[in-house]
């Protein structure tokens, strides 16, 4: 079919045969509030993904969301992209008001804030529990690996891979921590 190629191109008015001629340079140019939406859906369903894994919530369970004071940016979002935010964060209904009271737990995408009611979705006492057990142990193993790398005899007669190590575990405790004091946090 080059040939028809070849006839539509001259038909436009175009001086030199097309196999000459140059390659289109394309100037897209990016629509940053597409861009700044998009974002915000990723920022949003990042969080809740997130924050259903810290809480043991099914992926696939639907749950309700409330925002009280949307953003232009959010507000305009949830209006043409509600169906994608449903499908790629399982929010559904999104509900520009108050959340009601109760546990929940708090996703933010920008300066949105979210409230997402756990009532009915799961143990909330149970969760709470399991969270401060498991924080109780991750705090006390990072004050233990910081009592030993604080012990000068330690990290001078140890092996600087054993001294290493004890940093690494110190590190890992200590950032687990900060995660389960966020995901009680979250509980309310």
């Avoid at 749950?63 to 169906?83: G, Q, T």
């Avoid at 690996?145 to 007669?157: I, M, W």
């Avoid at 004890?166 to 509980?187: G, M, P, S, W």
Wanted: hydrophobic share 45%; glycine share 6%.
């Amino acid at each position: 079919m080059p040939f028809i190629t070849e006839e539509l191109w001259n038909s436009r008015g175009h001086p030199h045969d097309l196999i000459v001629g140059s390659w289109v340079d394309p100037q897209a140019e990016v629509n940053k509030e597409a861009t700044q939406a998009i974002d915000w859906v990723i920022a949003l369903t990042s969080a809740t993904r997130a924050a259903r894994n810290e809480l043991g919530i099914s992926p696939g369970e639907k749950l309700a969301a409330f925002i009280e004071a949307p953003s232009d940016l959010a507000r305009s979002v949830i209006e043409r992209s509600s169906a994608a935010i449903e499908r790629l964060a399982r929010l559904s209904p999104i509900t520009l008001g108050q959340a009601p009271a109760g546990a929940a737990m708090q996703v933010t995408a920008g300066s949105d804030v979210f409230v997402v009611p756990l009532e009915g979705v799961i143990d909330v006492a149970a969760e709470r529990a399991r969270l401060e057990k498991a924080l109780a142990a991750s705090q006390k193993e990072a004050q233990s690996l910081a009592g030993r790398l604080g012990n000068a005899a330690f990290v001078e007669k140890a092996k600087p891979e054993a001294v290493e190590k004890a940093k690494a575990d110190h590190a890992h405790h200590a950032a687990e921590a900060e995660r389960l004091t966020a995901a009680l946090a979250r509980l309310g």
